[in-house]
């Protein structure tokens, strides 16, 4: 069965550097998410993605953050100037129809501790 | 915005017994409320959902029951088994919308 796959497992990075988590989602799905787990807390939307555009983002994905489909496999998520409080587990998502009333598939995660 | 609140946090259950948890959302718009099951280690599954047409969608032993009037719904395990033991997270959204609304998970565990 397909699955979405997300690189690193674990991220470890000095405050204030660049970080590139990678996802591949499932092949014939279009429409990719963010998502981030700080511990011990809910999960968290971050951003959606479809047709190589942003489709919504929350109020936690500002500038820092970006989002790419470099190629016609990989999905990215970029942080700029990581900060502690970037600290968590990110889930990378995808989905074969438009909206979140279609099932999410989500990925194993990429925990992320910045010091 | 969408808040889900979600009870409890923990959940001991002897096995065999049921096991129910409770989500209650704050936005009237929202029609679709999926429940996510995640184990040790494991990446978040979805292991039923209901949208607001009905009021109880039942898979074996698993089911959701949705008070709209009350905005809450719930998840029912019933005759619990080992393998029930994870963490599991309900979310709410409406059709169209991009975001799932996450509640903080509740951790159940099955006791021999």
């Known amino acids: 069965e397909p699955e979405v796959t997300q690189t690193p497992s674990h991220q470890v990075t000095q405050m204030g550097q660049e970080v590139i988590l990678r996802c591949v989602p499932i092949?014939?799905?279009?429409?990719f998410y963010w998502y981030r787990q700080i511990l011990g807390q809910k999960v968290e939307f971050l951003v959606s993605?479809?047709?190589?555009?942003?489709?919504?983002k929350s109020e936690i994905f500002d500038d820092q953050f970006s989002v790419e489909r470099p190629d016609g496999s990989n999905f990215t998520l970029k942080i700029r100037s990581t900060k502690l409080e970037d600290s968590a587990m990110y889930f990378c998502?995808?989905?074969?129809?438009?909206?979140?009333?279609?099932?999410?598939?989500f990925g194993p995660g990429t925990r992320l501790t910045v010091l | 915005g969408e808040n889900v609140e979600q009870h409890p946090s923990t959940l001991s259950v002897q096995e065999g017994d049921s096991a129910v948890i409770k989500c209650t959302y704050s936005?009237?718009?929202?029609?679709?409320f999926p429940w996510y099951k995640q184990e040790l280690g494991k990446r978040p599954q979805l292991i039923i959902d209901?949208?607001?047409?009905?009021g109880e969608k039942k898979d074996q032993r698993i089911a959701v029951t949705l008070n709209k009037t009350a905005k809450h719904f719930s998840l029912h395990i019933t005759e619990t088994q080992p393998e029930d033991s994870a963490v599991y997270f309900c979310?709410?959204?409406?059709?169209?919308?991009?975001?799932?609304?996450f509640g903080t998970g509740t951790r159940l565990t099955i006791i021999p």
């Open positions: 092949s014939n799905h279009l429409y």
């Open positions: 979310a709410a959204t409406y059709f169209g919308n991009e975001k799932l609304t």
């Open positions: 993605f479809y047709n190589n555009e942003i489709s919504e």
């Open positions: 936005d009237s718009a929202s029609n679709y």
């Open positions: 209901i949208r607001s047409n009905v």
């Open positions: 998502a995808s989905s074969d129809g438009q909206g979140a009333h279609n099932e999410q598939f």
